[in-house]
């Protein structure tokens, strides 16, 4: 009932999300439910919309200028080092994979 009450795009982002999640090996998927999940629940939803901000950021960038921004202190300004690792392990998730 809840997946006939949600728009178009909010089934086609769920059914993309379920496909990433398919795709993800034993480990990764080991790794989103034991490290990011916990802290990402743990953040208030500023914190969340900070984080999500700066990812959506990222998705724009090549591997190497994403790899810049995240060496790069003044991009990471004002993240706590949970909120730090969370965006690194989101964006290692979204990074397109190259063969």
Same mark, same amino acid.
């Given at each position: 009932?809840?997946?006939? #009450?949600?728009?178009?795009?909010?089934?086609?982002?769920?059914?993309? *999300?379920?496909?990433?999640?398919?795709?993800?090996?034993?480990?990764?998927?080991?790794?989103?439910?034991?490290?990011?999940?916990?802290?990402?629940?743990?953040?208030?939803?500023?914190?969340?919309?900070?984080?999500? !901000?700066?990812?959506?950021?990222?998705? !724009?960038?090549?591997?190497?200028? *994403?790899?810049?921004?995240?060496?790069?202190?003044?991009?990471?300004? !004002?993240? #706590?080092?949970?909120?730090?690792?969370?965006? *690194?392990?989101?964006?290692?998730?979204?990074?397109?994979?190259?063969?």
């Amino acid at each position: 009932k809840k997946w006939n #009450n949600l728009s178009p795009t909010e089934r086609n982002a769920m059914s993309d *999300r379920q496909r990433a999640w398919e795709r993800m090996s034993p480990e990764k998927r080991q790794y989103v439910q034991s490290t990011l999940l916990p802290k990402w629940q743990q953040m208030s939803p500023e914190r969340k919309q900070l984080v999500t !901000g700066r990812l959506h950021t990222l998705q !724009g960038m090549s591997a190497t200028e *994403r790899q810049a921004a995240l060496d790069d202190p003044q991009f990471m300004r !004002g993240l #706590n080092p949970d909120e730090q690792s969370v965006l *690194r392990g989101l964006d290692s998730l979204n990074a397109p994979s190259h063969p």
